[in-house]
């Protein structure tokens, strides 16, 4: 098939799009065998679908939607559940505010006396540092101050308890404590307006610019009473933002409230443990080999510690499971249950926090380990980290990486898809989504690196659905194509053949055995020229939608209508065993329906139409040259050959004979149980070789008849004398034979014919050597 043909396609455009268009003259059978590459998605057709989804996942990934960025949390979160951090030896201690501790020291908050009691001996035991995540907003309640003016007050009161007032106040001796100790306090960043500044104790340094429009801002803050705040070593914030989810996956080590500077309880608690006065904050800029227009923060350095971060200050954690042996219930420091030793052992040269896990106070998160935990754990689990450095790790480079790899593999399956096979192409799908899996998956368990597959992953699929749909949607397009281009030329059941396997089909030309039929209307040029147009296609189309039928009905191709003729053939495209005898019984079926048109024509309206419509059909079997035929700038799926010609001549024929169906001697060959009757020998017009040429005047089951038998049988003895030149025993044979004829089997024009051939002869002999072949002289 040549270039142009592609372009031009006709009636056969639809077989080519339903196999393939990058199909050759070869058989769809072939091509089928090519998976997709008999696909109809042009190569354009699927660079543009590609591109769109490529293109989509594209502004995805750098819109980053929420639902998409929940599924990347929730992945990174079964990575942390499939491989927790193991625990690392790590100078931390928790004391507890737990239940128990309650329970035997009463409701909080406690007197201050009390965790000043804890400070004491925790500080006297040798921490390096006490962080608290508490916030002591408010004065003592239980200061003898307090107490003394709340007993005053009482009716019964008999004196002003000036004893009391005289005792020291509660919060100066837990201020004395504080002032003692190594002591970092808690507070909590808001976003309410608070024109004044948390009392940082912290020095901050710069490695580049101050990277403040990339913190977490926040606009006030909770704070601790002043007498305490006074007597901190260091302040840091207790705040951890959540995700929407409200799981905490990563600690904010700095954050600002305007221009101010906050360190996290973490980061300060570590920076007072190692003596360090400040923090070093290094930003994007700091190399002058890389400028940038809005400086972002790369890392923070306390002491020996340099911990990388995210652009805003944040730390991703990779949580452990916890370590009961750092925990102490805050009741046996209170209560004196540890022996100095064991306090030492406990508290010596280690970071203590002191938090609370008790239900009632509240302090409960979410982490990707466990749903309910409490705060002080995590600010632990960042301390650990940040000595170990093990936290993971999500930098910015990773995120232009996942990028390139969505556009790369794009690509690449764009590109190659639509040239494999359905299986192949899926093995290629698959195989881009487990490395893609397995690079996320080896990154983290091997490097700590949050590199996130979903958009690659989301986008190949949908790549892959893209291009299956495009392809589904087109072929049942192009089938839909088929039935109805084919349900005016094909029977129904060939045409749901060809839809569901278009590899029967063969393009292009090839040599097959056909029958082929030929029908035409008598006398249409006589008529016709007495008819005005618009009732000469109203007769037309009433004849040709019965006549079509009849032959569709029997499995038939059709090739054309001519005016009044009908060309159609059996064979081809597809494969017919009894292809003669579905053209007979289409031949008798049309002479069946004719008889129904002339009764619906006799109550029309048409004008000038004739009485009744006569019809003559010619039939004939041998190799035909089948396939699309015509020009580069149209062309059809026809048939031509010798049998194709022998057919039409034989419609031709059956004018001079006078009879509605006449076949050739192939046919004939293959038609032997139905009521066939040799009628001659005989050399058409355009044709050298003779052939012997029968009249079909019924079915199977007229050819049973003992009529019909009589009159075969009379009709060749006749034709042999004929042949024999025996002029006068033939004429008498004839004639005997027109005796023998019935009202459904009427060869009386053929025998007249005959008889006035066999008269002509008697006065003109045709010599002592002829062959019993009469040459036809017309058409």
């Not at 040549?2 to 339903?18: E, I, M, P, S, Y």
């Not at 599924?71 to 030896?89: G, I």
């Not at 916890?322 to 508290?347: C, K, N």
């Not at 035409?520 to 037309?540: G, Q």
Request: aromatic share 8%.
């Amino acid at each position: 098939m040549t270039g142009a043909l592609r372009k031009h396609l006709d009636v056969l455009k639809v077989w080519v799009t339903a196999g393939a268009r990058s199909l050759t003259t070869d058989s769809l059978q072939s091509s089928s065998q090519r998976g997709w590459r008999k696909s109809n998605l042009l190569p354009l057709e699927s660079a543009l679908i590609g591109l769109l989804v490529l293109a989509l996942f594209v502004g995805l990934n750098l819109a980053r939607p929420q639902i998409m960025e929940s599924l990347t949390l929730a992945l990174f979160d079964s990575y942390q559940r499939a491989q927790p951090r193991e625990p690392q030896a790590a100078p931390i201690r928790i004391i507890d505010i737990d239940e128990e501790s309650l329970d035997r020291l009463g409701q909080w908050p406690w007197p201050r006396t009390q965790i000043a009691n804890l400070v004491d001996k925790t500080s006297q035991a040798g921490a390096a540092a006490i962080g608290f995540d508490i916030v002591f907003a408010e004065p003592d309640r239980t200061s003898p101050q307090r107490i003394a003016r709340i007993l005053a007050s009482n009716p019964s009161a008999t004196q002003n308890f000036e004893d009391l007032k005289a005792l020291q106040d509660h919060d100066d001796i837990l201020a004395e404590s504080f002032g003692r100790a190594k002591v970092v306090g808690g507070t909590i960043l808001t976003h309410t307006l608070d024109m004044t500044r948390p009392n940082v104790r912290t020095g901050f340094a710069y490695s580049g610019s101050p990277p403040l429009e990339h913190l977490q801002k926040y606009r006030g803050f909770i704070n601790n009473i002043p007498v305490l705040d006074d007597n901190l070593s260091g302040l840091g914030s207790i705040s951890i933002v959540r995700d929407r989810d409200r799981v905490i996956r990563r600690v904010q080590l700095i954050s600002a409230i305007e221009d101010t500077v906050v360190p996290s309880l973490a980061l300060e608690t570590l920076r007072v443990a190692t003596g360090a006065q400040t923090i070093l904050i290094k930003s994007s800029d700091s190399n002058a080999e890389a400028p940038s227009t809005t400086p972002h923060v790369t890392s923070v350095k306390v002491g020996p510690y340099t911990i990388p971060t995210n652009e805003t200050g944040e730390v991703w954690l990779h949580y452990s499971k916890e370590v009961p042996s750092r925990v102490v219930p805050a009741y046996r420091l209170i209560e004196g249950d540890l022996s100095a030793e064991e306090m030492r052992d406990l508290f010596e040269g280690v970071i203590v926090l002191v938090g609370t896990t008790s239900a009632g106070l509240r302090d409960v998160v979410a982490t990707p380990l466990e749903a309910y935990k409490h705060g002080v754990f995590v600010h632990a689990q960042a301390i650990e980290q940040m000595v170990h450095n093990s936290f993971l790790r999500r930098p910015s480079w990773v995120i232009g990486a996942e990028l390139v790899g969505l556009i790369s593999l794009g690509v690449l399956l764009g590109v190659l898809l639509p040239l494999l096979g359905p299986m192949w192409g899926a093995g290629l799908s698959l195989g881009l989504l487990s490395l893609t899996a397995l690079t996320s998956w080896t990154a983290f368990s091997s490097a700590s690196l949050l590199v996130n597959p979903i958009y690659i992953m989301f986008g190949l699929i949908s790549m892959y659905l893209a291009l299956t749909w495009w392809q589904y949607f087109r072929t049942e397009q192009e089938r839909a194509a088929v039935r109805a281009a084919f349900s005016r030329y094909l029977s129904p059941e060939m045409v749901e053949r060809i839809a569901r396997d278009p590899s029967q089909l063969r393009l292009g030309g090839e040599t097959r055995e056909l029958t082929v039929l030929f029908s035409d209307i008598r006398d249409f040029s006589s008529f016709s020229e007495n008819m005005s147009p618009e009732d000469l296609t109203s007769l037309l189309n009433r004849f040709h939608t019965p006549m079509t039928d009849a032959v569709l009905s029997h499995q038939a191709t059709v090739d054309k209508y001519i005016g009044d003729s009908i060309m159609a053939f059996w064979n081809a495209p597809l494969s017919i065993a009894d292809h003669p005898g579905q053209a007979a019984e289409a031949a008798l079926e049309m002479v069946k329906r004719l008889a129904t048109v002339n009764r619906s024509l006799s109550s029309s309206r048409i004008a000038g139409r004739p009485k009744d419509l006569r019809i003559g059909v010619g039939l004939n079997t041998g190799d035909c040259c089948v396939g699309n035929l015509g020009s580069e700038q149209h062309f059809s799926y026809s048939a031509l050959g010798d049998a194709v010609n022998l057919a039409s001549r034989l419609e031709g024929l059956t004018k001079q004979y006078g009879l509605e169906i006449l076949v050739g001697s192939t046919t004939a060959e293959q038609l032997s149980d139905y009521a066939l009757i040799e009628l001659d020998l005989i050399r058409v017009v355009g044709r050298q070789a003779p052939e012997r040429i029968f009249a079909l005047v019924g079915s199977k089951d007229v050819a049973q008849g003992a009529s019909f038998a009589a009159l075969r049988e009379q009709v060749e003895r006749a034709l042999a004398l004929y042949r024999s030149q025996n002029w006068d025993e033939a004429r008498d044979a004839f004639t005997q034979a027109k005796r023998k004829l019935t009202g459904t089997i009427n060869v009386g024009l053929y025998i007249d014919v005959m008889i006035a051939r066999i008269e002509n002869y008697k006065t003109s002999p045709p010599g002592a050597d002829w062959d019993g072949v009469h040459t036809a002289t017309e058409k």
